[in-house]
């Protein structure tokens, strides 16, 4: 099966001490129903386990979900993480992100943001564009 073949891999994960998945579990089971391979790394990962996770799962993508105010500075790190790595894997974020930072995380990476409320729809085609 070459790549073109195969699901769309994405790793969803949690990072630093923000302890709640509930949405990341959704959107997990969104992009699952949606065909795509999911890795749930689940809470309170590091920018370090979520490069290793994304080179050992050969991910297309991975998502983030942020609660706790702590987006600005490390979704930019996730995305320089990978790129230290030599990876070139889009980073989506999702959760608690105020409009005006969205911008801010555009510039410094981040493919796409994803607020509370978004649609199945809205998941999934931030994930396959």
């Known amino acids: 099966m070459t790549s073109a073949e195969r ?14 998945d509930r949405g990341l579990r959704i959107v997990a089971r ?4 949606a065909g795509c391979e999911v ?28 609660h706790n105010g702590a987006h600005l500075p490390l979704a930019p790190a996730v995305v320089d993480a990978l790129r230290a790595a030599g990876l070139d894997t889009p980073v989506v974020v999702g959760g ?24 199945n729809e809205e998941v999934v085609t931030a994930v396959r564009t």
Do not use: F
């Not at 969104?30 to 129903?33: A, E, G, V």
């Open 96 to 119: 608690i992100v105020p409009p005006a930072d969205i911008p801010l995380l555009l510039a410094a990476g981040v493919a796409a943001v994803l607020g509370p409320g978004a649609s």
């Open 30 to 33: 969104i992009l699952r129903d």
């Open 39 to 66: 890795i749930y790394a689940g809470l309170r990962q590091s920018t370090d386990s979520i490069t290793a996770t994304s080179i050992e799962e050969d991910v297309d993508l991975v998502g983030v979900s942020m």
């Open 7 to 20: 699901p769309l891999r994405v790793l969803v994960a949690k990072v630093g001490l923000d302890g709640h």
